[in-house]
């Protein structure tokens, strides 16, 4: 009699186990927006607005009155304020590793002296190029503002003398670029999303 109210009992907690298993992968699975003919653009902003990390390679041409300069840059990131960035082109200063956790910052590059980076590659180091950065003003500008053209999603936000422009695919709900220009100075930062792998909360 014991033994069969011990069986009944573990078959009642396994039970209720499964039951708790099945609520927590749904609620985490529902938590992955698929990108689908059925998903509205605001669900793709809200998506983008949401990410909780991300790895990407990107291209970036910075263009100033007197000079254009091209990087290719491996970068990280991971909610709330951990990033990091490494560039992989030009030759001159690949390997060079930016990383950021919360108000620290930490450059890795034996080859090369800090002054040098901050002196001839400013952009590089600025966290400007970050996308949780264009998020982080998107979220804090009361005026920013998306639309949809060309089945792209383009969101366009202001911070300080920065205008930024985020154009994602309204199919893949991928970021394709970037645009950060100053409204003070002729000076265009442009990022080219080449692999983007996303994780959001959405």
Known sequence: MKKNKIF?????????????????????????????????????????????????????????NKNKNQYVIKQQYESPDTSSQEVIEPSNIAGVKISRNGNQLKIENTNLSLTSIFENYEYVSDNLLDLNVF?????????????????????????DKQEKTLWVDRTTGKPIKLEVKWTNKKTKVYILYNEVNINSLK
């Open 8 to 64: 009944i009992l573990l078959a009642i907690i396994m039970i209720i186990a499964i039951i708790i298993f099945f609520i927590f992968f749904h609620t985490n699975s529902a938590k992955n927006l698929k990108i689908g003919n059925n998903t509205s653009s605001q669900e793709i902003v809200d998506y983008i607005l949401n990410i909780s990390s991300y790895e990407t390679i990107v291209e970036v041409e910075v263009e100033s």
């Open 135 to 159: 998020i982080q003003d998107y979220q804090s500008y009361e005026k920013a503002s998306w639309k949809e053209e060309n089945n792209q999603i383009i969101m366009t936000t202001k911070q």
